[in-house]
């Protein structure tokens, strides 16, 4: 079992719905990170958190560190947003990243 | 424009090759990383260097070797691969490491797809 795990695995969504993937983690952190990927392999960082609850324009990153699990949130959601989302955590008192196996999201029109 | 470049962006090469992966970082940021993203596997942190000096090593097998000879630069020398070394190998760079809290946000390259015949 994988120290990250992330769910859904697969979503699909029409444009302007409310879309949440969620990550567990079973080790303690210092940082949970959540990250783009688009076809072609680009990463994007989207935030990087510790506690509590970060916004950047429609998106909203959620963790409570105390059950070990974070939120992402994408509001209005658009075609631009389909991509693969992939949580991380870096395993605390160590510079060592642990990624989940990512979520695949697809916008439709 | 991430800031954050790799060369070449798609490398066959054959087991008996020996090749090299260059990832260069525009940022002015101190730590540099290789990541391997291997085909429905996350993403597997390979190596870490911050200020040159190398801070992890995940395991990775003797066959790939990090070079890292200033802080912009981070190479990854390939020898004797085998073909399920094939994978998408990504270079990040951020500001340090960030021991003192949060983990610095991580600026990524476009990655090098790397195919082992």
């Known amino acids: 079992k994988n120290e990250v795990e992330q769910s859904p695995q697969n979503l699909t969504a029409q444009e302007g719905e409310f879309i949440t993937i969620n990550c567990s983690y079973s080790v303690g952190i210092s940082a949970l990170h959540w990250l783009q990927q688009h076809p072609g392999g680009g990463i994007v960082s989207l935030f990087m958190l510790s506690s509590g609850k970060k916004k950047h324009g429609r998106l909203i990153a959620t963790i409570n560190i105390q059950e070990k699990h974070s939120s992402l949130h994408i509001t209005a959601s658009h075609p631009r947003d389909s991509a693969v989302y992939i949580c991380a955590v870096r395993i605390y008192n160590t510079d060592k990243l642990i990624f989940g196996t990512g979520t695949r999201l697809q916008v439709f029109p | 424009e991430t800031g954050v470049t790799q060369t070449p962006r798609h490398l066959v090469m054959g087991m008996t090759n020996k090749k090299s992966l260059k990832c260069e970082q525009h940022?002015?940021?101190?730590?540099m990383y290789w990541y391997k993203q291997s085909a429905k596997k996350p993403l597997e942190l390979m190596f870490v260097?911050?200020?040159?000096?190398?801070?992890e090593n995940n395991s990775v097998p003797s066959r790939f070797s990090p070079e890292c000879p200033n802080s912009s630069h981070l190479f990854l020398h390939l020898h004797t691969l085998q073909p399920e070394d094939s994978a998408l190998y990504l270079c990040?760079?951020?500001?340090?490491?960030?021991?003192?809290?949060?983990?610095?946000?991580?600026?990524f390259g476009p990655g090098t797809r790397l195919t082992v015949l």
């Open positions: 260097y911050n200020f040159k000096e190398q801070t």
């Open positions: 940022l002015g940021h101190n730590a």
């Open positions: 990040a760079s951020s500001q340090d490491l960030g021991r003192g809290g949060l983990y610095n946000e991580q600026f």
